[in-house]
């Protein structure tokens, strides 16, 4: 059924209606900002709202009605995660160890949604400093799922998990550096796309700069590539993005995307170097996943890329990460980080330094272990939540071991890779909760993943969520 609602609405709906003087760019915002109203107290997808979106929604109105929309997004509603800088606002981080001082300039990706046109709602929660999966800061507190209050949106972009699911606009920024943007899509019955490393710049880096992605969640897979055509510009603020696309017509990721999975050879995956946990459920979602594939034409079979143990490779990565983070705090201030985060940081602080060129040559290995896999097979099908959202109040124990059991299990060897890998929404678990699957493809072939993702998604319609 289509939705009335402007606040319903796809980025691709909203932009016809706009064209067609069927609906203004004021109208739009103004529905999304009574979702806001009645869900976000509770939901608390928010670190800060921008108080001049409804000026900017207003400008954008203006140049529809004048027949000059100045970008391909122009008054469409999106949110930024609290670990990008929106200029004039703080990038908190999710953390009390930061200032509130406002950022002087935009992020790449948000300089790419604002020159498409995009109206800024505001910032979206995020873990502290992005670093773990379940949904709450010490800054903001917790973060809760549109479909179930008592349950987790995941992280590390919680936020923007939450604002996809409640309707709180249909494009939103998130970060990925071991599944922080395909575990709350997952949870959150969204598409989250981690992009190629490098394919959408980034600067200041975080934490997690050599296998971090910014990267779009949206509800549809036509919004995602969408948002990742006006993301994906060359910065050269970023000494490690791609350049432009030339292969892409217009720079539109949208080109193609129809195209199908008819001839494509699909690998459905089961083991990363290790045996990822997977409830009865999930199994049952990725199996039928692979069988809708196989009914659009695809040649799907199991098979193991055989890569190396990925778990400690990327516990090092991960460790050292946060060591470093951590040694850049006040002394002072330390006491109010994350517990969890310090336990982490404590555990891998000692490294050598041998020890972590090791883990780099490994994370290598399996970069090339995958190349190699990708010239027999076009598409990689995984799951990509052990489970459905877990309850949003439970607590963080043993955070290295939940990684791999609990949290990221099937995500971060596609940052350790660098290749683009999408979450998509496949339906609901008995308790009516979003299940999802992983589509990946090599690395530069975001089109590949991209239409997979968009196969899967014809086939598999997926309800929006009504918050109680």
Avoid at 207 to 235: I, K, Q
Wanted: charged share 20%.
């Amino acid at each position: 059924m289509t939705p009335t609602d402007p606040a319903l609405m796809s980025a691709e709906t909203l932009l016809g209606l706009y064209a067609r003087r069927a609906l203004s760019p004021v109208e739009t915002l103004q529905a999304v900002l009574r979702r806001v109203t009645l869900y976000n107290p509770w939901v608390n997808a928010f670190a800060v709202m921008n108080p001049r979106a409804l000026q900017q929604a207003g400008e954008s109105e203006a140049r529809w009605m004048a027949g000059r929309p100045i970008g391909p997004l122009d008054g469409v509603p999106a949110t930024v995660k609290d670990l990008l800088n929106l200029a004039g606002f703080p990038t908190r981080r999710g953390s009390k160890t930061t200032e509130a001082v406002p950022a002087a300039e935009d992020a790449p990706a948000v300089l790419g949604l604002k020159e498409a046109g995009a109206v800024i709602l505001g910032k979206t929660t995020t873990t502290e400093f992005g670093w773990k999966s379940p949904g709450d800061c010490p800054l903001h507190g917790i973060t809760r799922n549109p479909w179930d209050r008592e349950r987790t949106v995941g992280g590390s972009s919680s936020g923007a998990g939450a604002a996809g699911a409640a309707c709180f606009g249909p494009l939103h920024i998130g970060t990925d550096a071991g599944g922080s943007i395909r575990i709350p899509a997952a949870f959150c019955g969204l598409v989250g796309m981690k992009p190629s490393f490098g394919r959408v710049p980034q600067w200041p880096l975080g934490a997690f700069a050599g296998v971090a992605c910014a990267g779009p969640m949206t509800r549809t897979v036509r919004d995602a590539a969408l948002m990742l055509s006006a993301m994906a510009r060359h910065d050269l603020r970023d000494p490690f993005c791609l350049p432009d696309v030339v292969s892409i017509p217009g720079g539109d990721w949208r080109q193609g995307i129809e195209g199908g999975v008819a001839g494509m050879r699909v690998a459905l995956v089961r083991r990363l170097g290790f045996e990822p946990p997977l409830d009865a459920e999930g199994e049952a979602v990725l199996a039928g996943a692979g069988r809708l594939l196989q009914e659009q034409g695809a040649i799907v079979e199991e098979a193991d890329p055989a890569l190396p143990d990925t778990r400690p490779i990327f516990g090092r990565v991960w460790g050292v990460a946060l060591a470093r983070l951590v040694a850049t705090i006040p002394p002072e201030k330390r006491a109010l980080l994350d517990a969890g985060l310090v336990e982490v940081a404590e555990r891998e602080g000692g490294m050598l330094a041998t020890d972590f060129l090791g883990a780099e040559a490994l994370r290598i290995e399996a970069a090339h272990a995958m190349a190699r896999f990708h010239q027999r097979y076009d598409i990689l099908l995984t799951a990509a939540t052990p489970t459905a959202a877990f309850a949003a109040d439970q607590p963080t124990i043993r955070p290295t071991e939940a990684l791999w059991r609990d949290w990221a299990p099937w995500t971060f060897a596609f940052n350790l890779t660098r290749q683009p890998a999408v979450s998509v929404p496949i339906g609901l678990d008995g308790h009516g909760m979003p299940r999802a699957v992983q589509v990946a493809a090599a690395l530069y072939r975001d089109d590949l993943a991209l239409r997979a993702a968009r196969a899967l998604e014809r086939a598999a319609e997926m309800p929006l969520a009504a918050p109680a």
